[in-house]
């Protein structure tokens, strides 16, 4: 067989993939447990999913994803606490089906952290505490969604509390995408240094890392994770995954043969400058193999991606290989 990349990285950076749980009894499930040691569920930990009506918790799913976890000697990403894609809509009435005043709001979303985090206490290392609350097009640089509406900026900074209230050893991170665009960057920075100054328990930053084999360059990753490792702040990436197209394009520019080598050099010279990064902790991709990826789904359910390290016959690509080499050089 082929080297572990997880063992390979041992000591230096924790390796992990995003899952469902079907996935688990899956060919995919042996890839995970051979190549990985971190794990995250892709859908069932979200809010919508594990709280779907109030106090009515689904935990069968994600339960099934941690034991997994443990039994293979590997560690779990929570993914996520809040975020507002997939807050459940019964967050925003009240019991009369007026809307929920900031109090309840606030109340369910203690509620909610309480015991999602409490549940997985010690068992999950590190959470995506509030998940996209960036938009660089606002003067404050917050989203303007229900949360900010509802409740008003400190929704953030009450859910780092809870959540560090319910365990106080988990990691807990800010996750966004786009970090390595200046405008998002330098509103993160902001968001974050606000949270610091008001003693808001905030362990790092996530960058989710969904990028394409054409951006964003190298140079601004590495900048990207100088700026909040200069504020002692933990880095996380927390998603990655190498689209072949460019942005919304729907032809490849090449063929597959050519483009897999330069996907296989581009994930060398990330996981160079991740592995350069000492408060770089965990590199998490957002799926195992090509057979299973969001980048084919959703907006791009039209085009066939191939953004991971193994191909959907679960074999290693060419980013397999140059992630080895990443480490091996060293
Ligand atoms: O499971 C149902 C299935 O029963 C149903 O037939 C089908 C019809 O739409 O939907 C299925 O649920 C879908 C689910 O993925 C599982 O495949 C949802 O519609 C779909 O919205 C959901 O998309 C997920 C998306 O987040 C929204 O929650 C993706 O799988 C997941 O990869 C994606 O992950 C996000 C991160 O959480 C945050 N950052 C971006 C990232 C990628 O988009």
């Known amino acids: 067989g082929i080297p572990s990349l997880a063992q390979a990285y041992r000591g230096r950076l924790r390796l992990g993939a995003?899952?469902?749980?079907?996935?688990?009894?899956?060919?995919?499930?042996?890839?995970?447990?051979?190549?990985?040691?971190?794990?995250v569920a892709e859908n069932v930990m979200k809010p919508s999913r594990i709280q779907p009506s109030e106090n009515e918790f689904h935990f069968a799913p994600a339960d099934a994803i941690?034991?997994?976890?443990?039994?293979?000697?590997?560690?779990?990403?929570?993914?996520?606490?809040?975020?507002?894609?997939?807050?459940?809509?019964w967050f925003w009435?009240?019991?009369?089906?007026?809307?929920?005043?900031?109090?309840?709001?606030?109340?369910?979303?203690?509620?909610?952290?309480?015991?999602?985090?409490?549940?997985?206490?010690?068992?999950?290392?590190?959470?995506?505490v509030v998940n996209e609350v960036i938009d660089p097009a606002q003067p404050d640089c917050l989203r303007h969604d229900q949360w900010l509406q509802v409740v008003g900026p400190d929704y953030i900074d009450w859910a780092f509390r809870y959540a560090h209230a319910a365990d106080p050893g988990a990691r807990l991170m800010i996750n966004?995408?786009?970090?390595?665009?200046?405008?998002?960057?330098s509103c993160l920075q902001r968001v974050v240094q606000g949270l610091l100054a008001r003693d808001v328990p905030v362990h790092g930053v996530g960058h989710q890392m969904h990028i394409?084999?054409?951006?964003?360059?190298?140079?601004?990753?590495?900048?990207?994770?100088?700026?909040f490792a200069r504020l002692g702040l933990e880095n996380q990436i927390t998603e990655m995954d190498m689209s072949l197209y460019q942005r919304h394009a729907y032809l490849l520019p090449d063929s597959v043969d050519r483009l897999l080598p330069v996907q296989g050099q581009r994930y060398e010279a990330?996981?160079?400058?991740?592995?350069?990064?000492?408060?770089?902790?965990s590199v998490t991709w957002w799926g195992i193999s090509d057979a299973h990826t969001s980048r084919n789904a959703g907006w791009d359910w039209w085009r066939s991606d191939a953004p991971l390290l193994f191909n959907s016959q679960?074999?290693?690509?060419?980013?397999?290989?140059?992630?080895?080499?990443?480490?091996q050089g060293l």
């Open 212 to 227: 394409s084999i054409f951006e964003p360059a190298v140079a601004e990753v590495d900048e990207t994770l100088a700026v």
């Open 93 to 128: 009435s009240d019991k009369d089906g007026q809307p929920a005043s900031r109090d309840l709001v606030l109340s369910r979303l203690r509620q909610h952290i309480e015991t999602v985090v409490g549940r997985y206490k010690g068992k999950v290392y590190t959470w995506d």
């Open 66 to 89: 941690v034991d997994f976890a443990q039994q293979h000697g590997m560690t779990v990403r929570g993914h996520t606490l809040l975020w507002y894609k997939r807050t459940p809509d």
């Open 314 to 327: 679960q074999h290693p690509k060419p980013g397999y290989w140059g992630a080895l080499k990443a480490v």
């Open 18 to 39: 995003a899952v469902e749980p079907g996935q688990l009894n899956a060919p995919e499930g042996r890839l995970l447990a051979a190549q990985f040691n971190s794990v």
């Open 270 to 281: 990330l996981m160079k400058v991740f592995l350069s990064h000492p408060e770089l902790t």
């Open 176 to 185: 966004d995408y786009s970090t390595t665009l200046p405008a998002k960057r």
